[in-house]
């Protein structure tokens, strides 16, 4: 559907969209200049290209979604241009006159559970890649992740199926890798890391 076929109804300072149906899919709020958009539509009914594009037009500065159910952890909104605002399906009207002042203002309005799902994905995104950074590979990951847990060498030999021998050549690497001198210095620093190691190790 292209958006800028949709039927369009003023009521104050704000100007409803629709496909014909009873339910609006754009609003636009004049008054903050923020375009707000129906969650359902985002995937069917346009593209960001497109948003972008009529906010162009509508000269919104800022992008708000509305109706998004309370169960879903949207990971994919974050990606939407200019996004200020998201609004859960029960949000009453006060609520929403709020967040678009907020809006205006320059401030974030974002449910806490959803900024919460955000931000423990964004940590373990950047745990992902400063694990990585310090260039160990997966066997060595294991090594020191059964390491920090306690065990000894040849437990740790028992556990991943490899000799001592094996296990004392991670050991080297992953010192060498890490800039430690020994098994106390590698624990103090998975005890600093700690996410790091989980968030690789999964």
């Known amino acids: 559907m292209d958006i800028n076929k949709l039927s369009q109804h003023n009521q104050g300072n704000l100007s409803f969209y629709n ?25 069917t009914l346009s593209s960001q290209e497109q948003i972008a594009n009529f906010m162009q037009l509508s000269d919104c500065i800022s992008l708000a979604i509305f109706d998004v159910p309370k169960e879903e952890f949207p990971k994919s909104l974050k990606d939407w241009p200019n996004l200020k605002g998201i609004f859960y399906q029960d949000t009453n009207l006060t609520v929403i006159n709020q967040g678009l002042q907020a809006i205006n203002q320059g401030e974030l309005w974002f449910p806490r559970a959803i900024t ?29 992740n059964l390491l920090n847990s306690g065990l000894s060498s040849v437990e740790i030999a028992d556990k991943l199926f490899i000799s001592e021998g094996t296990v004392r050549v991670h050991l080297h690497k992953i010192y060498t890798k890490l800039a430690v001198k020994n098994k106390q210095q590698a624990i103090k620093w998975c005890q600093h890391n700690s996410d790091k190691i989980s968030s690789v190790m999964g």
Do not use: C, H, Q
Request: overall charge negative.
């Open 19 to 43: 496909d014909g149906s009873f339910s609006p899919l754009f609003i636009v709020s004049k008054e903050y200049n923020v375009l707000m958009v129906k969650y359902a539509t985002l995937s």
């Open 116 to 144: 919460d799902n955000w931000m423990r994905e964004y940590l373990a995104n950047e745990e992902l890649s400063n694990a990585k950074s310090v260039n160990l590979t997966t066997k060595e990951l294991k090594v020191l």
